[in-house]
């Protein structure tokens, strides 16, 4: 799941340190992400330490929410708080999945952190929430199922949706993705 709306994610801004709150609209949809899970048990939830992700966690009706520092957004390093428009006036071709973030971390970084999850995941048994990021979430989601970190890129991924990841006797698979709750009054 990733974390409902911030000032940042609204304004395109890259947000990855920097430890914003949820705008108030951003807790409606965490509040309305809560209500189109109600009644699906998990037997264990995880959360990034930001508090973007924690409350929305929270607003979902997660509050005990394990923090993984595994699940922290992608470090931006000197490109936080830059919009990509910003970034690409000195860096024209710019790619994140190819060239990572200058003072954060390396496409080769965020593949060892989303392998990680991945391990620790796969070796938990029932049903198991992650509350993350938008970056952080479409990287998890192509190591899932074994694509190249460049695949992400094609991957949306809005405030406060939701994917299903599973495994059936076979391989790794996407059932749902990018599945965004209708915002509850």
């Known amino acids: 799941m990733r974390h409902g709306e911030t000032a940042w994610s609204l304004t395109g801004q890259h947000t990855g340190r920097t430890d914003l709150p949820l705008t108030p609209h951003g807790e409606a949809e965490a509040r309305a992400l809560g209500a189109a899970l109600q009644g699906v048990k998990f037997d264990q939830v995880f959360t990034s330490p930001r508090a973007r992700a924690r409350r929305t966690a929270e607003l979902a009706g997660h509050a005990a929410a394990a923090v993984n520092f595994d699940l922290a957004e992608w470090d931006y390093g000197d490109y936080d708080g830059k919009t990509m428009a910003e970034i690409r006036t000195t860096r024209p071709d710019w790619d ?44 998890l989601a192509v190591r899932w199922i074994g694509l190249p970190l460049g ?34 009054a």
């Open 151 to 184: 695949s992400a890129r094609n991957f949306a991924i809005n405030t406060a949706s939701y994917g299903i990841l599973d495994r059936d006797a076979v391989r790794p698979r996407i059932v749902q993705w990018n599945i965004t709750p209708p915002r509850l």
């Open 96 to 139: 994140i999945y190819r060239h990572g973030c200058p003072g954060g971390e390396s496409p080769e970084q965020i593949v060892q952190r989303a392998d990680r999850i991945i391990a620790r995941l796969a070796a938990l048994n029932g049903r198991v929430a992650a509350f993350s990021h938008g970056h952080f979430g479409r990287v």
